[in-house]
């Protein structure tokens, strides 16, 4: 019999105890598949006496997961903590160090450390893995380092955020607003411990950061990735988005430009006929463009035990097999800075404005736009309530690049007809 690997999981919430009943159910197909038994030799978590439904008297335990990740009777470490620094990233170093090869589903860290973490690994001779830090249970990283490894990428897309997703989808569906979606997604749990994580387009931007490093050759670079949240769309932007054929997702976009790497994550209309637009509720999408293999969709569910725990697996059953694959699939020391850029290709974009409704306001609305350089496609005038005397106003633009359109929005707030920010949303048609 070949040796066991030998795993220290760090971290027991919903992904760590996914991974331990997948170990548990599974032993003989994980050893069937990698020619060699995977187990658990020690664990470590905040509370050693909460009831978790699983026993863990079979493995040794550790309070501190630094601890857990010097282990001798650990080969690989599984990070499953959770957040950019503190011990998650104290534990992650120390595995490095002791000759650890790491497993772990933690974007933020990866997303603010990337770079560090991988060449560490790399000059350690370890691999530091991460399939379950992206869309959940779908194994977009790998297509990307190993199936995809020959195309030049042209454009990656996507719906990562589950529980933006699902905010979104019930308010189409049930016709709620986005408070009462929100609170329905807090109750069943979805939301981070920091909703604005979720709502913010922070995890989901962490997301796309990692997903462009692979794709396009460069460091990772959270901080230039245009982020927007879904905080405020209204339902009156859905109804309205709707009636035009489209629904709005937070969906992101990169790609490598002569000008720098564009990233960007925001709510967007996309046609409601589309893959993108058929997405419902908590599942992930991911399209990627390459130049050899033309456009592959994954579709996945993005969070929970049983997709999660996959991913964490196919990693985990990757370093059984002897598959030893650089973090962001070429050495990190090769990794090239990337170069910011705003996003400018031209698109369509969907304007809400609430207008003072006051002789000449639209002409001042108008008048802005054009001085931006931004022709109007279409334009409607609701009716208001009494009580306000603002009335919504949806503009749909010719193609324009953002920056001409930010020039409007800034021009347009001196006018002093707008009773409130405007809201601006890029129409993507795929
Ligand atoms: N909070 C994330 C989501 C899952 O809603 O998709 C973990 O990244």
């Not at 380092?145 to 905010?167: F, H, K, Q, S, W």
Request: aromatic share 4%.
């Amino acid at each position: 019999m070949t040796s066991p690997l030998r795993l220290g999981i760090a971290g027991l919430g919903t992904v760590g105890i996914g991974v331990l009943r997948t170990i548990r159910r599974k032993a003989d197909l994980l050893e069937a598949r990698a020619g060699r038994p995977v187990r658990v030799t020690a664990v470590s978590a905040r509370s050693r006496q909460k009831d978790r439904g699983v026993s863990l008297d079979d493995y040794a335990w550790e309070d501190d997961p630094v601890a857990l990740a010097r282990r001798d009777d650990v080969d690989v470490y599984v990070e499953l903590i959770g957040g950019e620094n503190g011990p998650a990233k104290a534990s992650v170093l120390a595995a490095l160090e002791a000759g650890k090869d790491v497993v772990t589903a933690n974007k933020a860290l990866l997303a603010h450390h990337g770079q560090a973490l991988a060449e560490t690994a790399e000059a350690a001779g370890r691999v530091l893995r991460f399939e379950a830090a992206v869309a959940g249970g779908i194994p977009v990283v790998k297509s990307l380092t190993e199936g995809l490894a020959a195309n030049e990428v042209t454009r990656i897309m996507g719906v990562m955020n589950g529980t933006c997703n699902y905010i979104l989808t019930r308010m189409e569906g049930a016709g709620l607003s986005y408070d009462e979606a929100f609170s329905e997604a807090d109750g069943l749990g979805y939301l981070e411990a920091d909703p604005n994580l979720d709502v913010g387009g922070i995890d989901a931007g962490h997301k796309l950061s990692l997903l462009s490093s692979i794709a396009f050759g460069t460091q990772v670079n959270f901080a230039g990735v245009e982020l927007q949240g879904i905080g405020d769309v209204t339902i009156e932007d859905i109804h309205q988005a709707a009636d035009m054929g489209y629904r709005i997702k937070l969906l992101g976009a990169a790609r490598l430009t002569g000008r720098g790497l564009e990233q960007r994550m925001a709510p967007c209309l996309v046609p409601a006929n589309s893959p993108l637009g058929q997405l419902e509720g908590g599942t992930n999408m991911v399209v990627i463009e390459g130049d050899d293999v033309g456009q592959v969709v994954l579709r996945g569910a993005g969070a929970g035990e049983g997709p999660t725990a996959s991913a964490v697996m196919g990693d985990v059953m990757d370093i059984a097999r002897g598959l030893r694959v650089s973090t962001f699939g070429q050495p990190a020391t090769q990794l090239t800075p990337a170069v910011p850029a705003q996003a400018a290709t031209p698109a369509p974009y969907y304007l809400r404005l609430h207008l003072l409704d006051k002789p000449g306001a639209m002409a001042r609305i108008a008048s802005v736009l054009g001085d931006a350089g931004v022709s109007i496609n279409r334009m409607r005038q609701y009716s208001h309530a009494i009580e306000t005397d603002a009335a919504p106003v949806l503009i749909v633009t010719h193609k324009t690049i953002r920056a001409s359109l930010d020039e409007a929005i800034d021009a347009m707030t001196q006018t002093g007809v707008l009773a409130d920010s405007p809201l601006a949303m890029r129409i993507e048609d795929l």
